[in-house]
């Protein structure tokens, strides 16, 4: 008896609980209704897919020579041998022009610091669409800081005779 008291208790918590849970989710989900409403950002990342996401003008052909054009590789990091791969997030806007510049994942302050600087000086982007409207959009761009190997070792010897 004491058992199968235990056992309704128990299962009377959980039910009580799972119920709680369903109710928070639905209210969680009308809020960020309230939220993505008309004029504010679409979240690409974790919401609805693009019809046609925001694209570099030329193409991902351009991107890439724009970045590795304009990157300027800091000269303490390149001395401290510190490399990487920065994600930065923005979001190209109905106009096409880019805000809202971040580092999503970083590396070190000088690396992430160069690709915010690169991120934030590209030309208008060609805007996300989505049900045939023009939409803000996020992305996010990996940037890989990467270092010749003679470059390497010229900064692990300048390491060794500092240390």
Request: aromatic share 8%.
């Amino acid at each position: 008896m004491i058992g199968t008291t235990i056992w309704a208790l128990w299962c009377g918590a959980v039910c009580f609980a799972q119920s709680s849970t369903d109710e928070l989710r639905q209210h969680a989900d009308k809020a960020q209704e309230v939220f993505d409403g008309p004029g504010h950002l679409r979240d690409t990342a974790n919401g609805p897919v693009l019809d046609r996401p925001p694209e570099y003008p030329g193409g991902q052909a351009a991107l890439f020579a724009f970045l590795k054009e304009e990157t300027i590789y800091p000269p303490e990091a390149m001395d401290r041998g510190i490399m990487g791969k920065v994600f930065v997030e923005f979001v190209v806007e109905k106009d096409g022009h880019v805000d809202s510049v971040r580092v999503k994942r970083g590396v070190h302050a000088l690396l992430d610091a160069e690709a915010v600087r690169v991120v934030g000086s590209m030309k208008n982007w060609i805007p996300g669409m989505q049900a045939g409207e023009v939409v803000r959009s996020r992305y996010v761009l990996p940037i890989s800081f990467v270092m010749q190997e003679k470059d390497v070792q010229r900064a692990r010897k300048r390491a060794k005779r500092k240390g």
